[in-house]
T-cell receptor, first 113, second 114 residues
């Protein structure tokens, strides 16, 4: 079945460091891919998305490129801030139309000043 | 619009009791989803509605679980005869119909079964 695998956390970085959180997926067809973020005490929020191969999603300095050949959607940011500390979830929608999301297990990011 | 709201935010119940959660989606959204999230894991899909029709249910949704969306607006999720394994965060999300559209999540209801 369809699935998402994320790198295990927690990831601890110093402010201004480069961030990569790996995400790979298994799906039939051509899924849409998403990164959601959950800040402490808040609900899940969409960070970025890509709906077809080679698309790059970007938002708030974060980027991820839909790589069909490697079935990956790695999240990157050039310079993290303390305020980026959160749990990041990679997700896919392989349903074609239902909007049903399949999530990875989440990766906790802690950024230290 | 204040986004997706869920009530209650926290619920502690004794094993064997019934509980009901409510979700109010964003008003113009015709799709509503329920997910369950346990500690250290990502959300798992339970069920979804388009308008008032329940279109898909996960195998995770045992016979003790029932969800409704009677007028295509708010939704309720009921768990009968709760078990300790039901302890989790129950998340509601809403969206417009269509693939690849953004789902907006509520803050969830945390259920603890003692």
């Amino acid at each position: 079945g369809d699935s998402v695998t994320q790198m295990e956390g927690p990831v601890t970085l110093s402010e201004e460091a480069f961030l990569t959180i790996n995400c790979t997926y298994t799906a039939t067809g051509y899924p849409s891919l998403f990164w959601y973020v959950q800040y402490p005490g808040e609900g899940l929020q969409l960070l970025l998305k890509a709906t077809k191969a080679d698309d790059k999603g970007s938002n708030k300095g974060f980027e991820a490129t839909y790589r069909k050949e490697t079935t990956s959607f790695h999240l990157e940011k050039g310079s993290v801030q303390v305020s980026d500390s959160a749990v990041y979830f990679c997700a896919l929608d392989a349903s074609g139309n239902t909007g049903k999301l399949i999530f990875g297990q989440g990766t906790t990011l802690q950024v230290k000043p | 619009d204040t986004g997706v709201s869920q009530d209650p935010r926290h619920k502690i119940t004794k094993r064997g009791q019934n509980v009901t959660f409510r979700c109010d989606p964003i008003s113009e959204h015709n799709r509503l989803y329920w997910y369950r999230q346990t500690l250290g894991q990502g959300p798992e899909f339970l069920t979804y509605f388009q308008n008032e029709a329940q279109l898909e249910k996960s195998r995770l949704l045992s016979d003790r679980f029932s969800a409704e969306r009677p007028k295509g607006s708010f939704s309720t999720l009921e768990i009968q005869r709760t078990e300790q394994g039901d302890s989790a965060m129950y998340l509601c999300a809403s969206s417009l119909a269509g693939g690849g559209t953004e789902a907006f999540f509520g803050q969830g209801t945390r259920l603890t079964v003692v």
